[in-house]
């Protein structure tokens, strides 16, 4: 029995003393539970700061991003607006350029048809200078046949010529060397008709009043225009022609 109470005493202290360190060792395992939940908290309330942040942060970029975005489009729609009127000024550089191409082609034909027009009345200026001054030249040397062809044909071909007076006064003085009295009148009678300011007026008077006296024909008209020239023009060398002329006409006085 005695053996036995000492045996029980010892087991029992030994589980005291079990017992407290058990507790302890809770207390401190209590302490570090604390210790790790604190600073749990403050990395959970960290956290929740940076969240904060964060959501300010992203709701500030997607304000931004929509600001861009709205950016972009306006510049988007001005770039749009940009690109038509390059477009249309495209379009009006084109069709300017086009018109200007059409008005100077058609500038060239008309400078390319005026030169050959002018050309071409060069050629004829020069065929007609040289057809009147042959003819000029048969006139002066008697060639009277040839010098009437020749006047026929520049009157026909020119009919409205710079020489055209002369011409026609020229054929009646070819005429009237071939005695054709009739033709030749008729020639002088156009220059004093149709060119009454011409230089070969004193002439036409002179000779178409001597194809009336040639002709014996109108003779008091003869006179008249004879007279005429002596009056108009004393100092030329027809009115000393028809003052001999007038000398040798003999009118029968009216009755």
């Known amino acids: 029995m005695n053996r036995v109470l000492p045996a ?9 003393v079990a017992t407290q360190k058990d507790v302890l060792d809770l207390s401190q395992q209590s302490e570090d539970l604390k210790t790790q939940v604190s600073d749990l908290k403050n990395t959970v309330g960290s956290m929740q700061a940076n969240q904060a942040d964060l959501s300010v942060q992203i709701k500030q970029l997607r304000e931004d991003l929509t600001a861009y975005t709205e950016t972009v489009k306006a510049q988007m729609g001005d770039m749009g607006k ?3 009127k390059l477009d249309e000024l495209g379009a009006q550089i084109s ?24 050309l071409e009345a060069s050629k004829l200026q020069t065929s007609a200078t040289e057809i009147f001054v042959t ?10 046949a040839q010098a009437a062809a020749g006047f026929e044909d520049y009157l026909k071909r020119w009919p409205n010529g ?35 300011k011409s ?5 036409a008077r002179l000779r178409y009043a001597l194809c009336l006296v040639n002709l014996k ?7 008249a225009y004879l007279e005429s020239v002596e009056a108009d023009f004393p100092k030329s060398p027809e009115a000393k022609e028809a003052k ?12």
């Open 8 to 16: 029980v005493l010892a087991l029992g202290l030994c589980a005291c």
């Open 82 to 84: 940009l690109s038509s």
């Open 95 to 118: 069709g300017k350029v086009t018109q200007l191409g059409t008005t100077l082609a058609a500038a060239q034909q008309k400078g390319l048809e005026d030169q050959k027009a002018a």
């Open 135 to 144: 003819s000029e030249k048969r006139l002066q040397s008697k060639d009277f």
């Open 162 to 196: 710079e020489l055209i007076d002369v011409a026609t006064y020229d054929l009646g003085l070819a005429h009237f060397g071939l005695k054709r009295w009739e033709k030749a009148g008729r020639q002088f009678a156009t220059v004093l008709d149709k060119y009454p």
């Open 199 to 203: 230089g070969q007026t004193p002439g």
């Open 217 to 223: 024909k109108n003779l008091a008209e003869a006179r």
């Open 244 to 255: 001999v002329a007038l000398k040798g006409l003999a009118v029968k006085p009216a009755r």
